[in-house]
């Protein structure tokens, strides 16, 4: 989706589809240390998405429950994952994996980072 953005061309029906067949996931973290501006972020997008008819899966690695029932009081289904506590590489790779896991268990046609 960086391509888009960049040149311009990236349409607000772009964002939002209009069949009620698309799985989307919405990778972001929220914590007590790191903020919700992110989570908060994506549950607007994700309401337009759900009001559109699709199905909408959370994917995160907060362990406080108040941002995991938030997104699940919004109607949308949360999966958490762990955080590998090595260096930052590994780190990556590791939620990356899970991410992708997670992903493919559900179907999903577009996956969302934000980060």
Same mark, same amino acid.
């Given at each position: ?34 903020? #919700?501006?992110?989570?908060?972020? /994506? ?9 559109? *008819?699709?199905?909408? %899966?959370? +994917? ?29 590489? #590994?780190?990556?790779?590791?939620? /990356? ?9 559900? *179907?999903?046609?577009? %996956?969302? +980072?934000?980060?």
């Amino acid at each position: 989706m960086i391509g888009p953005w960049l040149n311009g061309s990236l349409r607000r029906t772009d964002l939002f589809p209009q069949t009620n067949e698309v799985n989307i996931a919405i990778r972001t973290d929220a914590t007590s240390v790191i903020g #919700s501006g992110h989570l908060m972020r /994506c549950l607007a997008i994700t309401d337009e998405w759900k009001n559109r *008819g699709a199905s909408v %899966l959370f +994917i995160t690695v907060s362990e406080e429950q108040k941002w995991i029932d938030l997104i699940r009081g919004g109607g949308f289904t949360c999966e958490t994952i762990e955080s590998a506590p090595a260096n930052v590489v #590994s780190q990556t790779y590791s939620t /990356c994996n899970k991410t992708h896991i997670r992903s493919q268990r559900y *179907g999903i046609d577009w %996956l969302a +980072i934000s980060c």
